[in-house]
């Protein structure tokens, strides 16, 4: 172990810091972290996810209104019976990577499985939709080839592009406009602009009609990241395209196996079979890190299967957005419009998010509070996730306890 003020040697840029300065900087910053109440803390769960969950040290369960459990499949009977059975018949994992000696025929299924859902030639599953957009730019663009990005696109999306070569355009959020002058001034060989389908802060939907027109006249290829509509949005489920009436349409689509589909963890990559085919060549993600384990991908695939057989499910989460998108409005909270799931509810400073966050806990509801950095200053809000699991009574408990702590702060009367 290095002391602090042993060992330090000159450098081209100065004297080598002693190792513990490290460790005492990440100290310091920890404490501003704290300082400006701005400290992440996880709240231990004791049991699984749902429309009530057990707090770890406390006695009543509260009503989950913070996840992305948006069908409510998370603990279903049927998905978890389907890990059991993957675990059971296909063993715990492949100690391997796919194209050595990985792929198990349950892979290969989820795969078609995705590709039929979303009317695509192929997909190719990564053990996260991180890794999916990690993989897919800097696989299929290099030099002298474009991609372009809405700026509030995820941070998937924001660092799968940095480990790409090609030349890289931010546009304004959600203005084709913007995007219009970008594509016109380049030059570049190979284009492909990519979009969130749905903007988590909002449940804000981006303007595929759009930008499928705008990409097709341009020449360049329109990529969806759908991780928050696959399951959720559209008359089947299907994503923002189909919400938009145009299914089918998007070039390439990823998304995640960790949200309304089971909500586990897995990500995919679905499109022309070409493009599926180089990244399962050449996706670094897909050739250096292990299959995504059999019970995720058999309760992945009983997923997409209870979206088409249940459709009861999608009925009852519009429902329980619609009713209490709607009843918040009547309280008098700030909501913004929309149809998916997630509602913010715009409260203004970040101080009064957390606080109120906190109390809603203290009444029985697990809530989020967001601030700046993460959303736009004086636009801090509370982020409401519906879910199919939670029944009417779960929402006018919810309701309830809105109303009060609103009140308290004067956001409602
Ligand atoms: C738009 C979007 N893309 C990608 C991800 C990452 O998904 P995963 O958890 O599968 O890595 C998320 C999750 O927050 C997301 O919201």
């Not at 890289?168 to 030059?187: G, K, M």
């Not at 957390?354 to 736009?376: A, T």
């Not at 519906?386 to 029944?391: D, I, P, Q």
Request: aromatic share 6%; proline share 5%; glycine share 10%.
């Amino acid at each position: 172990m290095v002391a602090a003020g042993e060992g330090s040697q000159v450098q081209a840029g100065g004297p080598r810091a002693p190792a513990t300065d490290l460790i005492e900087s990440l100290r310091a910053e920890l404490a501003a972290l704290a300082e400006a109440r701005t400290l992440k803390h996880e709240v231990p769960l004791a049991g699984p996810q749902g429309a009530r969950v057990g707090i770890a040290g406390r006695a009543e369960p509260v009503i989950m209104l913070t996840s992305n459990n948006y069908l409510g499949l998370a603990a279903d009977p049927r998905v978890v019976e389907a890990a059991i059975d993957g675990l059971r018949r296909f063993g715990n994992g492949m100690a391997s990577v796919r194209f050595i000696c990985g792929t198990q025929t349950l892979h290969r299924e989820l795969e078609t499985t995705i590709a039929a859902f979303f009317e695509t030639d192929d997909a190719i599953l990564y053990t996260s939709c991180w890794n999916a957009n990690e993989a897919l730019f800097a696989t299929v663009l290099g030099e002298g080839d474009a991609v372009f990005s809405d700026e509030l696109n995820h941070a998937s999306i924001i660092d799968g592009i940095r480990l790409c070569k090609a030349s890289r355009y931010r546009y304004r959020h959600n203005d084709v406009a913007d995007l219009e002058r970008q594509l016109a001034e380049d030059r570049s060989r190979h284009r492909i602009v990519i979009t969130d389908g749905v903007f988590s802060m909002e449940g804000e939907i981006a303007p595929l009609v759009e930008l499928r027109d705008l990409c097709r006249r341009e020449g360049a290829l329109l990529a969806v990241d759908d991780s928050h509509a696959t399951g959720v949005l559209g008359r089947r489920g299907r994503g923002t395209a189909e919400e938009l009436g145009i299914h089918g349409e998007v070039d390439i689509v990823t998304g995640t196996l960790g949200k309304a589909l089971g909500g586990a963890a897995g990500g995919f990559i679905t499109g022309p079979q070409p493009l599926v085919d180089v990244l399962r060549q050449r996706s670094r993600p897909y050739l250096f890190s292990n299959s995504l384990p059999p019970p995720i991908t058999a309760s992945a695939l009983r997923a997409f299967q209870i979206v088409d057989e249940d459709p009861a499910l999608l009925a009852r989460l519009r429902n329980n957005t619609d009713y209490l998108r709607g009843r918040l409005a009547e309280l008098g909270f700030e909501v913004r419009p929309g149809v998916h799931p997630v509602i913010p509810l715009i409260v203004g400073e970040t101080a009064l998010a957390i606080q109120m966050s906190r109390e809603l806990l203290d009444e029985g509801v697990y809530v989020s509070g967001f601030g700046y950095p993460v959303v736009p200053q004086g636009d801090a809000r509370l982020r409401v996730q519906v879910s199919a699991a939670l029944s009417r009574d779960d929402l006018d408990s919810a309701l309830e306890a809105f109303g009060r702590v609103g009140r308290r702060h004067g956001l409602v009367a």
